[in-house]
Structure formats: C-alpha cells, structure tokens
C-alpha cells in the first residue's frame, strides 16, 4: 500500500536541476480488481514492466468512484509533470463519465 509517506519524488532540490528534469515526475501506476477473490497479479506485472516508481491497488467495485480510497489517494498524490499508468481504463472508470472526470481532475494537477 502506498501512503504520501512512502513515495519517493524524482524531483530534485539541487538549484542545478533545470525546471524541466524536474517536470519528469513520479509515474504512478493504480491497480484495481472487483473482488477479493481475484488477483491483482497480471496488473502490477504490467505496471512494474512500465516503470511506475509506486503502484496503489485496491480490491473494490469500479461502478462508482465512491469507496476507491486509493484512486482518492492517487489524485491526491499527483503533481505538476507526474504521470498515470493503468493496465486497461477500464480500472479508473467503468463509464466514459467516471473516465472523463478523473482523466480532467488528473490534467487539472498537471498530470499526464
């Protein structure tokens, strides 16, 4: 489980780092399945292969954004230059409504 205290940034706080090293953000990826039941397996496989620096997971329902703490957790982590990854956008959203809304919330902050 991430947590905002257990994700190291890729930005910098050398005065040498120019803006834009420091635009390469974190590469966050989110995992999520149905039920307890199935495996998260074949997705963090994925988002590893990807190079994601930390993947949030949750076993919940994707009908609703409600409930999904770590998708919560997510858009609240995200900065300026980080980036999204997923195995399928069906884990972010089961409705091109859910989709749209998360995908500007997460263009909102800067991210991709």
Known sequence: MVTPHNVTSRRSA???VTEMENCLGNRFGYARVSS????LD????????A???AILE???SGKSLEGRSQLALLIDLVQKGDSIVVHRLDRLG???RDLINVGQTLRDKGAT
Do not use: I
Request: charged content about 20%.
């Open 51 to 53: 190079g994601t620096t």
């Open 58 to 60: 949750e076993h919940v």
């Open 94 to 96: 089961r409705n091109v």
């Open 14 to 16: 050398d005065p040498n």
């Open 36 to 39: 307890q039941s199935q495996s």
């Open 42 to 49: 074949g997705q963090r496989d994925a988002l590893s292969a």
